[in-house]
Each structure stands twice: as C-alpha cells, then as structure tokens.
Nanobody, 119 residues
Framework: QVQLVESGGGLVQPGGSLRLSCAAS????????MGWYRQAPGKQRELVAA???????NYADSVKGRFTISRDNAKNTVYLQMNSLKPEDTAVYYCNAYQLVAPYEYDYWGQGTQVTVSS
C-alpha cells in the first residue's frame, strides 16, 4: 500500500503561482511513476503532468510551458509548480502513484486539493 498526502492548493488570482506537494509513504519501493491529475466540475479527470522513476516527464498540452513537475527522491515527494495560472486551471488536483509489482499494477490516489483561480 502507498499513501499519498497532498498540500498546497488554494485561491490565487489569474497570472499567479502555486506549488502543490505530494508526499508518498508506505510501500514506495516500486513506484514507477507519479503524477498529477485534475477534475473540474462536470468534467472528466485528466492528466496534468507525470514523472517516471527515471525522471522523464509528460505534460498536458494545456499546461506546457506553465507547469513543472519535479520530485525529491530523498523526501519521497513530488511537486507541481504552477505558474501563469488561468481560470480554466480551476479544479481539484489529485496526486497519483503508479506501481508495478509484476504481474500486478496498482494505482494510488491522494485525497485531492482544491485550486481556484479567480479575481
């Protein structure tokens, strides 16, 4: 089992910045990738950014150039730096961990943190 605890959400004006953090604990030895998803009211959950254990990153087109995902392996923590925020970035942001313990795959989720971009 992997436990994920998110922090860093809040209310910010358009053009502002926020940094989300996700601390992982438990059986983290074989986490292959971690990422951030978001879900706005009435919409499906979507991938925002992901980072593999090797450091490769992937971003949704809508956040490229504005958001940066990073990880601190010593702290078992993943960060999402969000700059130039727009009202359409408003959503609940969820941390995800993907774990492969062959032949099984596991997805773990945090409780979510609200990000609201509004003037």
């Amino acid at each position: 089992q992997v436990q994920l605890v998110e922090s860093g959400g809040g209310l910010v004006q358009p053009g502002g910045s926020l940094r989300l953090s996700c601390a992982a604990s438990g059986s983290i030895f074989s986490i292959n990738a971690m990422g951030w998803y978001r879900q706005a009211p009435g919409k499906q959950r979507e991938l925002v950014a992901a980072i593999t254990s090797g450091g490769s990153t992937n971003y949704a087109d809508s956040v490229k150039g504005r958001f940066t995902i990073s990880r601190d392996n010593a702290k078992n923590t993943v960060y999402l730096q969000m700059n130039s925020l727009k009202p359409e970035d408003t959503a609940v942001y969820y941390c995800n961990a993907y774990q492969l313990v062959a032949p099984y795959e596991y997805d773990y989720w945090g409780q979510g943190t609200q990000v609201t971009v509004s003037s």
